[in-house]
């Protein structure tokens, strides 16, 4: 299961991250999890304080995803502490979490249903 182990607002979208772990004992899909702030909930402004991941990566188990609000191209690298992270961003002008001070929530897909005629079909 992924969580939201930390945060970091930044003025400056370069600095600005939210740092998720896998604390599971199975690799987790990234793709479909959902950061929104708690203030996206009352203002319902879902696109400028949430980020759902489109990236078709594995997180291993005990491994580390870092969500940056700048540009950048997502890859996985490894740390000085031989810890392996996958970089990813939100590619924004502007930073997104200083504007939304207060609790993160880290969404996914709990279930998925699709018409079994659509799936016949195919």
Same mark, same amino acid.
């Given at each position: 299961?992924?969580?939201?182990?930390?945060?970091?607002?930044?003025?400056?979208?370069?600095?600005?991250?939210?740092?998720?772990?896998?604390?599971?004992?199975?690799?987790?899909?990234?793709?479909?999890? @959902?950061?929104?702030?708690? $203030? #996206?909930?009352?203002?319902?402004?879902? =696109?400028?304080?949430?980020?759902?991941? /489109?990236?078709?990566?594995?997180?291993?188990?005990?491994?580390?995803?870092?969500? @940056?609000?700048?540009?950048? $191209? #997502?890859?996985?690298?490894?740390?000085? =502490?031989?810890?392996?992270?996958?970089? /990813?961003?939100?590619?924004?002008?502007?930073?997104?979490?200083?504007?939304?001070?207060?609790?993160?929530?880290?969404?996914?897909?709990?279930?998925?249903?699709?018409?079994?005629?659509?799936?016949?079909?195919?």
């Amino acid at each position: 299961m992924l969580r939201i182990v930390g945060v970091q607002r930044s003025n400056n979208p370069s600095d600005e991250f939210v740092v998720l772990q896998n604390h599971g004992t199975l690799r987790m899909q990234l793709r479909g999890h @959902l950061v929104i702030a708690e $203030a #996206a909930f009352a203002n319902v402004d879902l =696109d400028t304080a949430s980020h759902l991941f /489109t990236d078709d990566a594995l997180v291993p188990a005990g491994m580390y995803v870092a969500l @940056l609000s700048g540009y950048g $191209a #997502a890859r996985w690298t490894q740390t000085k =502490d031989m810890q392996m992270v996958y970089y /990813t961003y939100m590619n924004r002008d502007k930073s997104v979490w200083e504007r939304f001070p207060g609790a993160l929530h880290l969404l996914n897909v709990q279930h998925t249903y699709q018409e079994r005629e659509a799936l016949l079909l195919r």
